[in-house]
């Protein structure tokens, strides 16, 4: 919902740099025009219609009446014995619903007229400033940052930097969707450390065919026999107590 705003004319014509230090004829009044022209450009039709400005009655429009509008804004001229700001004033102390006020002017003395019943203060620097920004928001398209597809990491770069941080691959992916060609079949009697991926700085432990030894015995009869050959095929290089 829009604020009721209630401007000091002459105070925002001079902020704006539409004042001037002399004025030939007629020339008061075009300053006039241009700042009502310019702010109304700025506001929307319920914006205008809750905006008072006021002058003081120095060189009204010629024939014009104390209270006129100009798009919808209320432009009023105070009286010749009264000053804008004691107008303000007057008007302030008047609204029905001062909290939801703004008094557009950098006067100290109408700061404290409008503290005084809640109302809001804003200097007339600031309040262009809040024009202008608005104009540009207005003119100038958003442009949404142009976000690039990051560069897929290859297979080898995936590989070492799980390896740096010491990240299991199967705490990422469940283990049934581990590529083939990286599953490690589990061996009879193997322990599901040995089946796990190496951890970082310790040796590969050899893994276990599952195949026992032969016996002893056998051992024995293969040298046995060995040796009975020996004898057999070279009997003048070993004497009988062999």
């Known amino acids: 919902m829009s ?6 004319g002459y105070n925002l014509l001079h902020a704006a740099g539409l004042a001037r230090r002399r ?10 025009q241009n700042l009502l022209r310019l702010i109304a450009q700025q506001m929307s039709d319920e914006q205008r219609r809750r905006t008072t400005f006021v002058f003081d009655a120095r060189d009204p429009p010629p024939g014009a009446s104390r209270i006129g509008t100009h ?3 209320v432009v009023v001229y105070a009286e010749r ?3 804008a700001d004691d107008m303000i004033e007057r008007l302030i102390d008047d609204h029905s619903a001062p909290r939801n006020l703004v008094v557009v002017s950098s006067d ?4 404290k007229s409008a503290r005084r ?4 203060p804003i200097d007339s620097d600031a309040f262009l400033d809040e024009c202008a920004r ?9 442009v949404e940052p142009e976000i690039k597809p990051a560069a897929e990491s290859s297979p080898a770069e995936i590989a070492e930097w799980l390896s740096v941080f010491d990240i299991d691959p199967r705490e990422l992916i469940g283990e049934d969707e581990m590529p083939a060609t990286r599953q490690v079949p589990r061996q ?3 322990s599901p450390a040995d089946s796990a991926p190496e951890a970082k700085g310790r040796k590969p432990r050899r893994r276990r065919t599952g195949r026992k030894p032969p016996p002893i015995a056998e051992d024995v009869a293969f040298w046995e026999a060995r040796i009975a050959d020996l004898f057999r095929r070279r009997p003048d290089e070993f004497g009988e107590d062999g």
Do not use: F, N, W
């Open 3 to 8: 604020r009721d705003l209630l401007i000091d």
């Open 71 to 73: 798009a919808e804004m």
């Open 188 to 190: 009879a009697g193997d």
């Open 108 to 111: 100290h003395r109408l700061h």
């Open 23 to 32: 004025y030939g004829p007629g020339d008061l009044e075009r300053s006039r």
């Open 81 to 83: 014995d009264e000053e």
């Open 117 to 120: 019943r809640k109302a809001s």
């Open 134 to 142: 608005r104009v540009y928001c207005r003119q100038t398209p958003r």
